[in-house]
């Protein structure tokens, strides 16, 4: 039989190995299937930093399964479960963390423009308990605008394939059609809610005449991209992404900021927040790079000669 000395000293040891164990929680509107692979990053990125899941860290992680209305739910579950750190997949994730907690240190992993969606009071003070990544989402859509026009100068009526229900679709409209006329083009919204909806939106971009497509860089739109690029090559359409990521489904360009360090600019966040940092007092993080990608094989099935000048320009040309 254990002494009491000896149970005392197990139960101290316990409740000293339970102090020192953090959790933290993960919010994502992605499959999990689909973000399994940087839900890896964040992990190797937090080791990296000393926090090692299993040893001094648990990780809650939440997926809504590209689904919006399971996302407030989820993250009132994060709280509940008493987590010392949440970290919001994109700005619909971090929306609905605000409205379950404004205690609890958020991360945002990558939202487009957070001051203008409301959800901080300026990137170098954001205030309140919500920091992270900015990406600068319309002013990437506005710069692919204008490169769709200088790779296919008779571009006249583009198709915005975007999902209404995420906070950046909005403004982002609202900036395309104020720069859209210079252009000499006029800009369609499509919207897509639901897998099921992109059917219904290709054959409004063919109604509408539409001679190309920008897609906005949003989860759901993501997880469709080689419907989205087979649709584009049928058509022979021009198309332009804000995201990298696309560019393996075939889409024919990107102008992207490089997101290759975002899962280790959360972890420091997480790290400085865990060691007793606070969210107001960590300035919003924005890329210093960005890339321009061609994928000239895409051009050649849509009949497109590209520029020598955007060639020129590229930081990498998929053959």
């Known amino acids: 039989m254990l002494t009491l000395a000896l149970m005392h000293y197990f139960s101290s040891w316990a409740a000293g190995q339970q102090a020192t164990t953090s959790r933290i929680g993960l919010l994502s509107y992605s499959s999990a299937a689909a973000y399994s692979p940087r839900l890896a990053e964040h992990r190797q990125a937090l080791a990296d930093l000393g926090w090692v899941q299993g040893r001094n860290l648990v990780i809650e992680y939440r997926s809504a ?73 319309s002013e990437m859509m506005l710069k692919n605008l204008e490169l769709l026009k200088e790779i296919a100068p008779r571009t006249a009526r583009v198709a915005f394939l975007s999902n209404p229900s995420n906070p950046g679709t909005a403004p982002t409209m609202a900036d395309l059609k104020r720069a859209a006329p210079a252009l000499g083009i006029s800009v369609i919204q499509v919207e897509v809610l639901t897998p099921e909806d992109f059917e219904r939106a290709f054959a409004t971009i063919v109604r509408e005449r539409a001679d190309g497509i920008l897609v906005a860089p949003e989860q759901l739109i993501f997880s469709q991209r080689h419907r989205i690029a087979a649709f584009a090559e049928k058509q022979r359409l021009p198309s332009a992404y804000a995201a990298v990521r696309f560019m393996d489904a075939g889409g024919l360009m990107a ?65």
């Open 255 to 319: 102008m992207a900021p490089n997101i290759a360090d975002a899962p280790r600019l959360v972890a420091s966040y997480v790290d400085r927040l865990l060691k007793g940092a606070k969210a107001s007092d960590l300035p919003v993080e924005q890329p210093s790079k960005f890339e321009l990608v061609i994928n000239a094989k895409t051009a050649k099935a849509i009949g497109l000669t590209l520029p020598q000048a955007i060639l020129q320009r590229a930081d990498r040309v998929i053959e």
């Open 65 to 137: 399964e590209s689904q919006n209305d399971r996302l407030p739910e989820l993250a009132a579950d994060l709280v509940r479960g008493g987590v010392s750190v949440i970290v919001a997949e994109n700005a619909s994730a971090t929306r609905a963390t605000m409205q379950a907690t404004s205690t609890i240190p958020i991360v945002m992993a990558g939202v487009g423009d957070p001051v203008r969606y409301g959800l901080i009071a300026s990137l170098a003070k954001p205030g309140g308990n919500v920091t992270g990544l900015s990406f600068q989402i």
